[in-house]
């Protein structure tokens, strides 16, 4: 079975940094690009970036809203993709969703449960 | 950066009746990058549509996905009480966007 574990996420103060990690099992993971997607409290789904597989090149993606401040990574060995924030906002507050993404096509086939990371002080 | 918008926010519909949801960009998109994810309250989202008008695996036949350039189409031709939710559009061609969601609630 497919699956995709989050975690790393809670309480934060503005400022601050966080690492969420998501695991992977149940496919292949060096053959999938992964992404990451976020949810405020109440509102709509906001893409926050990509890493595509080491296979296809590596090449990594951030929506220019957090593009300075957050960095995105992957290790193919233990089929773990990263999501590294950094001067965390009060507006970062939401769950945050590891995807895999269908190869060349960017669709995002499988989701994990979500980790709620709140930026509060 | 692509902006997707969707109409109409709120689908007021019976079980049965057939659901026509809007996702609108403000570019052309390749249809090859466009999605349509279902989303209930508590859960993640999930893949309906790729490539526009692919099903995913395990979708029913009554989820249809259709259009180009910028003007793509959900349509749910007969609905079921668990169709009921939020629906979003996503681009992937130019970074990655999501429309603000049409929920289709019942009437």
């Known amino acids: 079975e497919v699956q995709l574990v989050e975690s790393g996420g809670g309480l934060v103060q503005p400022g601050r940094s966080l690492r969420l990690s998501c695991t992977a099992s149940?496919?292949?993971?060096?053959?999938?690009?992964m992404s990451w997607v976020r949810q405020a409290p109440g509102k709509g789904l906001e893409w926050v970036g990509f890493?595509?597989?080491?296979?296809?090149?590596?090449?990594?993606e951030h929506a220019a809203s957090v593009e300075d401040r957050f960095t995105i990574s992957r290790d193919d060995s233990k089929s773990i993709a990263y999501l590294q924030m950094n001067s965390l906002k009060p507006e970062d507050t939401g769950v945050y969703y590891c995807?895999?993404?269908?190869?060349?096509?960017?669709?995002?086939?499988?989701w994990g449960q979500g980790t709620l990371v709140t930026v509060t002080s | 950066e692509i902006v997707l918008t969707q109409s109409p926010a709120t689908l007021s519909l019976s079980p049965g009746e057939r659901a026509t949801l809007s996702c609108r960009a403000s570019?052309?998109?390749?249809?090859?990058?466009l999605a349509w994810y279902q989303q209930k309250p508590g859960q993640a989202p999930g893949l309906l549509i790729h490539?526009?008008?692919t099903r995913a695996t395990g979708i029913p036949a009554r989820f249809s996905g259709s259009g180009s350039g910028t003007d793509f189409t959900l349509t749910i031709s007969s609905l079921e009480p668990e169709d009921f939710a939020v629906y979003y559009c996503?681009?992937?061609?130019?970074?990655?966007?999501f429309g603000q969601g049409t929920k289709v609630e019942i009437k």
């Open positions: 995807t895999r993404e269908t190869p060349h096509l960017g669709a995002s086939d499988c």
């Open positions: 149940g496919f292949t993971f060096g053959d999938y690009p």
């Open positions: 890493i595509r597989s080491k296979a296809l090149g590596g090449a990594i």
């Open positions: 570019h052309s998109v390749d249809s090859r990058y």
């Open positions: 490539g526009a008008s």
């Open positions: 996503q681009q992937r061609i130019n970074r990655g966007t």
